[in-house]
């Protein structure tokens, strides 16, 4: 079943804006994360976090945990055209056990 | 990273037919693999999980005799559509596991019964 949440469901930016994508998830979890998928395409990852960590950059991605909250926010700065996809967050626990994925965020960015 | 093939990237079959997507981790050994499944503007729901050696683990409402999953060694996990009807087209996508945190998935298979 599905665990995490995505809000918004759909973002429509600028391009040079920020995007802001939240998860909300139900249970403990070892670790969180994102990930973009175009339309029809496979799955890119984007990035970790991990339960002991709070952020984590990478390039123009910022992605921040609160486990006691059990959400997650997922930031895009300075929005390109080639951003638009759509982004889930996924929860795991250890490498054998199965993601769980959040229905998603479909980001347009409009140059 | 690790690389995951699937193949073939994109089916065709007729309703009735059976339909073979292989899963393969080429240059790790997977000891656990998953299948997923997309349909449209959806998210991917997990279907089953395929240890090298043992029968798959199928989620609740996963027919485990209409999806055939064959995991024979470490680095090929293969499901197998049987008798495939129309609302068995979807986008069907493996994940690989090396014991690490993540997950290694595959670029998708698109399934069409006509």
């Known amino acids: 079943s599905q665990q995490g949440e995505e809000d918004p469901q759909a973002l429509s930016i600028q391009e040079g804006e920020n995007a802001t994508m939240n998860c909300s998830y139900k249970t403990s979890i070892n670790n969180l994360q994102w990930y973009r998928q175009n339309s029809g395409r496979g799955l890119v990852h984007l990035i970790l976090i991990r339960s002991n960590e709070r952020e984590k950059h990478s390039g123009r991605l910022r992605v921040t945990l609160d486990t006691s909250k059990k959400s997650s926010s997922l930031l895009i700065t300075a929005s390109r055209a080639a951003d638009t996809a759509s982004y889930f967050c996924?929860?795991?626990?250890?490498?054998?056990?199965?993601?769980?994925f959040g229905k998603g965020t479909r980001l347009s960015v409009i140059a | 990273g690790a690389v995951v093939s699937q193949h073939p990237s994109r089916v065709i079959c007729k309703s009735g037919t059976s339909v073979k997507i292989e899963c393969r981790s080429l240059?790790?050994?997977?000891?656990?693999m998953f299948w997923y499944r997309q349909f449209p503007k959806q998210s991917l729901m997990l279907m089953a999980t395929s240890n090298e050696g043992s029968k798959a683990t199928y989620e609740q409402g996963v027919e485990k005799d209409k999806f055939l999953i064959n995991h024979a060694s470490l680095t090929l996990s293969t499901l197998t559509v049987t008798s495939a009807h129309p609302e068995d087209s979807s986008f069907y996508i493996c994940?690989?596991?090396?014991?690490?945190?993540?997950?290694?998935f595959g670029p998708g298979t698109r399934l069409t019964v006509t």
């Open positions: 994940s690989a596991s090396s014991l690490s945190y993540e997950q290694y």
């Open positions: 996924a929860t795991g626990n250890s490498g054998n056990t199965p993601l769980v």
């Open positions: 240059d790790f050994q997977a000891t656990t």
